[in-house]
């Protein structure tokens, strides 16, 4: 069992940056590809962004790109999300998730990830 920990939300003003951290509660994550995924009230959860295992190759929404980047330390004991130009469409409760399993090809599907944090908030005003 893997436990998430989950840091970095907040509230902010449009066009403003935060910078979500995930870590894994007293181990590391050299073993998972981590995936961002978020959730608006009243609306499904959906993906964001994910990195593999490696830390080599990257994918995201159409709704992100060119405004957030995930990375991971070279440790990997964490995963991070630097969300910049953020706009208030992109208010929700933001995940992370790991799958040890989950290929490149599968970074965009929820079901490919095996344990999930408790997600934060991130709230962005006009």
């Known amino acids: 069992q893997v436990q998430l920990v989950e840091s970095g939300g907040g509230s902010v003003q449009a066009g403003g940056s935060l910078r979500l951290s995930c870590a894994a509660s007293g181990g590391s994550l050299s073993r998972y590809a981590v995936g961002w995924f978020r959730q608006a009230p009243g609306k499904e959860r959906e993906f964001v962004a994910a990195?593999?295992?490696?830390?080599?190759?990257?994918v995201y929404a159409d709704s992100v790109k060119g405004r957030f980047t995930t990375s991971r330390d070279s440790a990997r004991r964490s995963a991070f999300l630097q969300m910049n130009n953020l706009k208030p469409e992109d208010t929700a409760v933001y995940y992370c998730?790991?799958?040890?399993?989950?290929?490149?090809?599968?970074?965009?599907?929820?079901?490919?990830?095996?344990?999930w944090g408790q997600g934060t908030q991130v709230t962005v005003s006009s």
């Open positions: 990195i593999n295992r490696g830390g080599s190759g990257t």
């Open positions: 998730t790991v799958g040890e399993r989950t290929i490149q090809s599968s970074l965009r599907w929820a079901s490919q990830y095996d344990y």
